[in-house]
């Protein structure tokens, strides 16, 4: 059974750090991109990462310069790298890829 279990999420003060880690059972994870998401309460889900197979990065722009997505093929483990955070970036994150469903997600909760 394919499965995705995001990770690492806390409460942090404004311009701290924190790495969440996404990791995967039940697939070959380089052989995909791995895309994390973020909702907000009240929001709509939005997407902050991806990760391609051959390790392209790319980012929405009200997080670039700040996070960094990463992969440890060995360990079928998918990383956000989240420095800089601010109060807009809380919210639960969650991992996803084309072939699995969304997972409960890890919440990150950015206030002083």
């Known amino acids: 059974q394919v499965h995705l279990v995001e990770s690492g999420g806390g409460l942090v003060q404004p311009g701290g750090s924190l790495r969440l880690s996404c990791a995967a059972s039940?697939?070959?994870?380089?052989?995909?991109?791995v895309n994390w998401y973020r909702q907000a309460p009240g929001n709509q889900r939005e997407w902050v990462a991806l990760?391609?197979?051959?390790?392209?990065?790319s980012y929405a722009d009200s997080v670039q310069g700040r996070f960094t997505i990463s992969r440890d093929n060995a360990k079928n483990t998918v990383y956000l790298q989240m420095t800089s955070l601010k109060v807009e970036d809380t919210a639960i994150y969650y991992c996803?890829?084309?072939?699995?469903?969304w997972g409960q997600g890890t919440q990150v909760t950015v206030s002083s």
């Open positions: 039940g697939i070959i994870f380089s052989n995909y991109g």
């Open positions: 996803k890829t084309s072939i699995t469903a």
């Open positions: 990760i391609t197979s051959s390790s392209g990065t």
